[in-house]
């Protein structure tokens, strides 16, 4: 299978904003695992802000564009060192794509990015992707990587597309709060649940339920099944490629 993974800041790092260790190293080794299986992966990592921010010692997510875009050219460089360093014990090798809004609006644009992604794919590399704040702000641009990991999915013909997240699946309400929240097993039309989208966000992120029920109507448009589940347990990808139910599971069109 091609698979798209999207990690979210929540699951990367503490909410210090420091790196949490232990998830990312357990995320880099079933993703290695999964690649020496013969599954095409292609990255899709937030973090470059939150972890920008711990490394600068900045109280909290910055709130200014300039300061965001400053640190994220600072945690972007931190995110990759640590991902090429893990996936190199595996000896995969780690491909930086930084994509903005218009990659995907203009024509050739879009082409090269598609080609670049299909490459990499044929020489066994692992793409991994980021909005490039440093030019494009949740202001201006695509915004959340949820989104951006749709698109990505979509260009990259992709046969499934995986949204790590810091809670299990899409809930009827919002389980930190309400004990009679239950766990949608299966969407098959995304608009019938807009309703239970919520509105949370933990301190590093961006996103929420909304930009990830837009992600499932986008890739379910294109006929491809997206899955959210909890980016605490990665080995919960070795499931997902056995066909095991695993979190909510939206259904293509
Ligand atoms: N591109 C942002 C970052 O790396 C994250 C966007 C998001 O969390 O959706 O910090």
Same mark, same amino acid.
């Given at each position: 299978m091609r698979i798209v993974v999207k990690v979210g800041t929540s699951t990367l790092a503490h909410g210090t904003g420091m790196l949490n260790v232990r998830r990312v190293e357990r995320l880099t080794r079933v993703i290695s695992d999964l690649k020496n299986a013969g599954h095409e992966i292609i990255l899709v990592s937030s973090g470059a802000i939150g972890m920008g921010a711990g490394k600068l010692n900045l109280? +909290?997510? /910055? &709130?200014d564009i300039p300061t965001k875009q400053a640190a994220a050219a600072v945690g972007q460089c931190e995110l990759m060192y640590i991902y090429d360093k893990l996936f190199g014990e595996y000896h995969h090798n780690v491909a930086q794509m930084l994509l903005t809004a218009d990659d995907f609006a203009d024509g050739l644009r879009h082409d090269n990015l598609s080609n670049t992604l299909a490459r990499l794919l044929q020489l066994g590399a692992l793409p991994i992707i980021n909005e490039n704040d440093t030019v494009a702000t949740a202001e201006l641009g695509i915004g959340d990587n949820d989104t951006l990991s749709a698109l990505v999915a979509v260009s990259s013909g992709a046969d499934l597309l995986v949204i790590l997240s810091d809670i299990d699946g899409l809930y009827t309400s919002d389980p930190h709060t309400d004990s009679s929240a239950e766990l949608i097993r299966?969407?098959?039309?995304a608009d019938d649940v807009a *309703?239970? #989208? *919520? +509105?949370t966000v933990s301190g590093l992120g961006t996103g929420g339920m909304a930009t990830k029920i837009a992600a499932a109507k986008l890739v379910n448009g294109h006929g491809m099944d997206m899955i959210i589940c &909890?980016? #605490?347990? /990665?080995?919960l990808l070795y499931d997902i490629c056995e066909g095991k139910p695993v979190g909510t599971r939206f259904r293509g069109a």
């Open positions: 109280s +909290g997510r /910055p &709130s299966e969407v098959n039309n *309703g239970f #989208a *919520g +509105g &909890s980016g #605490a347990d /990665p080995d």
